[in-house]
Structure formats: C-alpha cells, structure tokens
C-alpha cells in the first residue's frame, strides 16, 4: 500500500531504555533498547517508513566536557537491513527497533548520552535526534546505596517478574529473545517527550 512506501522525514524522535540480552552461548549482554519514530512535514500523519542508514552514538554521560567527549560505541545500521528492524505498534504506528550491546551483566550502573542520526538514502539529506539520557541498569555502588535501604532490604523481596523483549541486533548478528532483568537493579523509565505525547493524542482523538 501506498502509505506503507518509505518517505522523506523531517522529524525523527527516539526512546531508549535498559535490556539485557541473552546470548547465544548463555552469555546475558547489558544494553539499551530503543524505538526510532519519523514523521514527515504533514503534521496530522502517523509515523512514517524510511529508507536510509541509522547511526546510534553512546556517549559517558559523566564526561566534564561534552563537546570534547568521544563516544564510548558507535552503532550502525544501514540502508540495506533497515527493514528487519521495522515494526509497526498500535496506536503509535511504525517505528524501528534497535538494541546496543554495551557490556556484560554485573557492571555498574552507568547513565548514558545518546544521539541518534539518520542519514536519507532518498534525498542525500541527514537529521539528528535530540539527545537522550538514560541510565543503563547495573549494581548500584555502595556509597550511593542510601542507609534506609539496608534497614528496609530485608523486609520485601526484590525479585520481579521478567517482561520479554524481541530486538534485531546489529548486522549479521544473532538475534535470540532478550530478557529484561529487574532483580536488585535499578533500571530508569524514559518518558515521552512532549512531541511524542501529543502525536499520541492526536492518535487517539483526544
């Protein structure tokens, strides 16, 4: 169908959140998961398809000088394999979903700086995301753990039902279920941004 042929955006927004990734050897991969939307100038669509390169740069966010800072990872995707990480979720229509591999589990917590560009394989043109932070889950140091939490640790159990999560990883990479763990860690919820809250909105016919 016609709305489903990829278009020129001109308005790119994304979500990233802690998830952990179990390998195919067992090995359980710390990361983040992100949602990648766009929108084209008509502002009353739904997110729209896109056909170009994805570039995801991870940066410490406890770098002192930022515009100096070299990212920690830069992750690739390319034209030519977007198509394996669309999806397409009611009410907020398509999007791509991607996971960044970034240790293995049991390091500690480690609040992030992400910027997402994409390069326009239809016009030559670029767009940059707004930058994101966001926390990836880990063991929380002991001299940031408050006093109140050793006295009340005992009294309620820190384990959590597991919530599945299916992602792409980066090209020719395998791509077995991940599992979001929540069991003595702290994992940030990433809100929507106020673009994104009223595109649902207008969704929804509120």
Known sequence: MAKHVPKIPVEMIDT?????????????????AGRVLFYDDN????????????????????EQEPEHAKPM????????TLE?????QKPLGHGYDFFLPMDVLGQDEKPL????????????MFLVARPVNSMLAGRIPT????????????QHSTIQ????????????????????????????TIPLNSSMIRRLKESQGE
């Open 16 to 32: 990233w959140r802690s998830c952990d990734h179990i390998a195919e050897d067992g090995t359980i991969i710390r990361g983040m």
């Open 43 to 62: 502002k009353q669509t739904m997110p729209i398809k896109v056909d170009g390169d994805v570039t995801v740069f991870v940066f410490d966010a406890h």
């Open 73 to 80: 990872k830069v992750f690739r995707f390319r034209a030519d």
């Open 84 to 88: 394996q990480y669309y999806s397409h």
């Open 113 to 124: 700086h992400i910027i997402t560009r994409f390069d326009n394989s239809l016009d030559g």
């Open 143 to 154: 001299e940031h753990i408050p006093v109140e939490y050793w006295q009340t640790a005992g």
């Open 161 to 188: 039902q597991v919530s599945h999560f299916s992602e792409q990883q980066a090209d020719g990479d395998p791509k077995p279920n991940s599992v979001q763990h929540t069991e003595n860690r702290r994992v940030s």
